[in-house]
């Protein structure tokens, strides 16, 4: 059984990383606050976005673009958008079971994967997944252009007939103590058949457009396309943000509990060693008088 002493180094060593784990937890508190924020001002119109143009290319007649169409290549893109570091709960973990799942699910395509934050790569390289590459942000966080820039050089290879399809794999926030793992596919953006007989009986007049629907899809179908990306790491972000915040508020509590339960054993301690002195005093003042 420990001693005075040692339960308090232990104390102390917990109330340390009690402070650490508190001042963890207000950081991220503070981080998801402004990773709501933008995810709550750009995913209505990202989402809205999506669906308009979806719509408008399903039902436009005789119209094609790239980015919509089929093909029969069976080599794919995942991109597997993670977190740089760790001490987020089951973030990472939850992540890279979905992903694992997926590659599991398609071992006859021949997936090539690019990551962003290192922590699910570095569990994929361990089950022999070959990163393809890492793409790294200026700042903490992603900057619209910088998102552009990588969608950019991941499409090239979808419109060069190189892959047939690239996805997305993020987790998605819901709140602050909770997200769900998804895999989307981004390319091709085209609607299957099932989807298109249920737009036409919806809108069964197809829309007027000016100048042209080529015009209009063609300049906004590739916007949709980096938009719905750069949401999905948006979502990411503020994932990230509430499952350390909820990691850290877990380690504070379990640290005071801690520091509740030594302190109650070593007072427990001291109290009977302070029972034994008396007794030890008593017995020898006894022994004098007899």
Same mark, same amino acid.
């Not at 709960?89 to 090539?112: A, H, T």
């Not at 290192?118 to 910088?146: H, M, N, P, Y």
């Not at 950019?152 to 047939?164: A, H, K, P």
């Not at 509740?260 to 070593?266: D, E, K, V």
């Given at each position: 059984?420990?001693? &005075?002493?040692?339960?308090?180094?232990? &104390?102390?060593?917990?109330?340390?990383?009690?402070?650490?784990?508190?001042?963890?937890?207000?950081?991220?508190? =503070?981080?998801?606050? #402004?990773?709501?924020? #933008?995810?709550?001002?750009?995913?209505?119109?990202?989402?809205?976005?999506?669906?308009?143009?979806?719509?408008?290319?399903?039902?436009?007649?005789?119209?094609?673009?790239?980015?919509?169409?089929?093909?029969?290549?069976?080599?794919? $893109?995942?991109?597997?958008?993670?977190?740089?570091?760790?001490?987020?709960?089951?973030?990472?973990?939850?992540?890279?079971?979905?992903?694992?799942?997926?590659? +599991?699910?398609?071992?006859?395509?021949?997936?090539?994967?690019?990551?962003?934050? #290192?922590?699910?790569?570095?569990?994929?390289?361990?089950?022999?997944?070959?990163?393809?590459?890492?793409?790294?942000?200026?700042?903490?966080?992603?900057?619209?252009?910088? $998102?552009?820039?990588? $969608?950019?050089?991941?499409?090239?290879?979808?419109?060069?007939?190189?892959?047939?399809?690239?996805?997305?794999?993020?987790?998605?926030?819901?709140?602050?103590?909770?997200?769900?793992?998804?895999?989307?596919?981004?390319?091709?953006?085209?609607?299957?058949?099932?989807?298109?007989?249920?737009? =036409?009986?919806?809108?069964?007049?197809?829309?007027?457009?000016?100048?042209?629907?080529?015009?209009?899809?063609?300049?906004? !179908?590739?916007?949709?396309?980096?938009?719905?990306?750069?949401?999905? !790491?948006?979502?990411?972000?503020? =994932?990230?943000?509430?499952?350390?915040?909820?990691?850290?508020? +877990?380690?504070?509590?379990?640290?005071?509990?801690?520091?509740?339960?030594?302190?109650?054993?070593? +007072?427990?301690?001291?109290?009977?060693? &302070?029972?034994?002195?008396?007794?030890? !005093?008593?017995?020898?003042?006894?022994?004098?008088?007899?």
């Amino acid at each position: 059984m420990a001693n &005075i002493k040692d339960l308090k180094v232990r &104390i102390q060593s917990t109330k340390n990383t009690l402070k650490i784990t508190s001042a963890m937890k207000l950081v991220s508190a =503070a981080k998801l606050s #402004r990773a709501q924020g #933008r995810i709550t001002g750009f995913k209505p119109y990202s989402s809205e976005l999506d669906q308009t143009v979806r719509i408008a290319s399903a039902l436009a007649q005789d119209y094609s673009h790239e980015y919509l169409e089929e093909s029969e290549n069976q080599k794919a $893109v995942l991109l597997v958008v993670s977190s740089e570091k760790g001490l987020c709960g089951g973030y990472n973990n939850q992540l890279f079971k979905k992903v694992k799942n997926f590659l +599991n699910d398609n071992k006859n395509k021949d997936v090539k994967c690019y990551f962003i934050g #290192r922590k699910v790569k570095e569990l994929l390289l361990r089950e022999g997944i070959e990163d393809q590459k890492t793409f790294k942000f200026k700042g903490s966080e992603a900057d619209f252009s910088e $998102v552009k820039n990588i $969608v950019e050089e991941l499409t090239q290879m979808f419109t060069n007939n190189e892959v047939g399809s690239i996805s997305v794999a993020y987790n998605s926030f819901i709140s602050a103590i909770e997200f769900d793992s998804k895999i989307t596919q981004v390319l091709p953006m085209s609607a299957s058949v099932e989807e298109k007989e249920k737009l =036409a009986k919806e809108f069964p007049v197809d829309f007027i457009y000016e100048p042209s629907a080529k015009e209009i899809l063609d300049k906004l !179908i590739p916007e949709v396309l980096v938009s719905s990306v750069y949401s999905y !790491i948006l979502d990411a972000v503020a =994932a990230e943000h509430a499952a350390r915040m909820a990691a850290m508020d +877990n380690a504070t509590k379990n640290s005071q509990e801690m520091v509740r339960t030594l302190t109650l054993t070593m +007072n427990k301690l001291r109290q009977a060693a &302070i029972t034994t002195e008396l007794t030890e !005093i008593v017995s020898g003042a006894e022994s004098l008088n007899s």
